[in-house]
Structures are given as structure tokens and as C-alpha cells.
């Protein structure tokens, strides 16, 4: 089984051939991506090496753009009657590797 370990949105993901990942929003011209590979495993072989992996190529498809859950942030000072409430909506794209080589 080969997979590897992206650098995607500031995260570390797992991926292998067919995985759906959903990254941080991402700007992609003609609907494909690379994304850096930090290690990369085929079968028994571990590659960890910097020199090695700039030549490896994740590439995958971008499927869509999404938005997820709503995060409420509430602030509150004890006694002084400040009360605010705000709401956050991360902008996200969702990705399916299609190759590593």
C-alpha cells in the first residue's frame, strides 16, 4: 500500500490514491493541485529524505468549495455588562488525491 503525509492548510494529512480531504480554502487554476509530500510510504520502504521527496508529486482534483460548521465565539466581562457575540464559518475546499509518484 503506498501513501503519504501532505502539507495541506497548514495540517499534516494521510493520504493515499482516491482519498477525499477536506483543506482550507484553496485557489486552483484548471481544477488540479500538487500538494508537498513530508513522507511517503510504499509498502516497507519509508522515504523521509528532503531530497527524495521534492521529486514526489501528489496530485488531486479539486472537487468543490465548501463551508463548514458555524462556530459561536461569546465574550463576556463579569459585572460591567459587556456581553458580545459573534459567529465564524471557515471557507474550505474539498480534494481527491488522484496520483503519487
Same mark, same amino acid.
Given at each position: 500500500m503506498v501513501y503519504a503525509v501532505v502539507r495541506a492548510g497548514g495540517r499534516q494529512e494521510k493520504v493515499s490514491v482516491g482519498t477525499i480531504v477536506t483543506l482550507d480554502r484553496i485557489k486552483a487554476e484548471n481544477g488540479k493541485i500538487e500538494l508537498p509530500a513530508l513522507l511517503l510510504v510504499d509498502g516497507d520502504k519509508v522515504t523521509t529524505d528532503a531530497a +527524495? /521527496?521534492?521529486? #514526489?508529486k +501528489? $496530485?488531486?482534483? #479539486? /472537487?468543490?468549495? /465548501? %463551508?463548514?460548521?458555524?462556530?459561536i465565539i461569546q465574550h463576556y466581562k463579569n459585572k460591567t455588562g459587556y456581553k458580545r %457575540?459573534?459567529?465564524? %464559518?471557515?471557507?474550505l475546499t %474539498? #480534494?481527491? #488525491? $488522484?496520483?503519487i509518484k
Open positions: +527524495v /521527496l521534492a521529486k #514526489v +501528489v $496530485t488531486a482534483e #479539486v /472537487l468543490g468549495d /465548501l %463551508r463548514g460548521p458555524k462556530i %457575540r459573534m459567529g465564524f %464559518r471557515a471557507e %474539498r #480534494v481527491k #488525491v $488522484t496520483e
